[in-house]
Nanobody, 119 residues
Framework: QVQLVESGGGLVQPGGSLRLSCAGS????????MSWWRQAPGKVRELVAR????????SYADFVKGRFTISRDNAKNTVYLQMNSLKSEDTAVYYC????????????WGQGTQVTVSS
């Protein structure tokens, strides 16, 4: 069956860095658009970064531009999110998403990983 498994979350001080990973299985990873989302308590889930496979086109939310970097290794079926210069407002559960570019109903979510930025 399809699985997306996130890892790498944790507690970090403001200004610190974390690298999240999301390993996919049970689907053709390289064909899917991969993205990271986050949801803070009491807030709606929001898109953080997205990366298509063909051409590697990337987009970021304005609030992470210059601080976060999304990348993927199709050979390892893994997408990453490098997060630098973390702020308290980055505290949230971070989710990995996979969606087929031609069949948007063909979509999967990971279980999420908690990122807490606090001194």
């Amino acid at each position: 069956q399809v699985q997306l498994v996130e890892s790498g979350g944790g507690l970090v001080q403001p200004g610190g860095s974390l690298r999240l990973s999301c390993a996919g299985s049970g689907f053709t990873f390289s064909s899917y658009v991969m993205s990271w989302w986050r949801q803070a308590p009491g807030k709606v889930r929001e898109l953080v970064a997205r990366m298509v496979s063909t051409g590697g086109r990337i987009s970021y939310a304005d609030f992470v531009k210059g601080r976060f970097t999304i990348s993927r290794d199709n050979a390892k079926n893994t997408v990453y999110l490098q997060m630098n210069s973390l702020k308290s407002e980055d505290t949230a559960v971070y989710y990995c998403n996979a969606v087929h570019p031609l069949r948007t109903s063909d979509q999967y979510w990971g279980q999420g990983t908690q990122v807490t930025v606090s001194s």
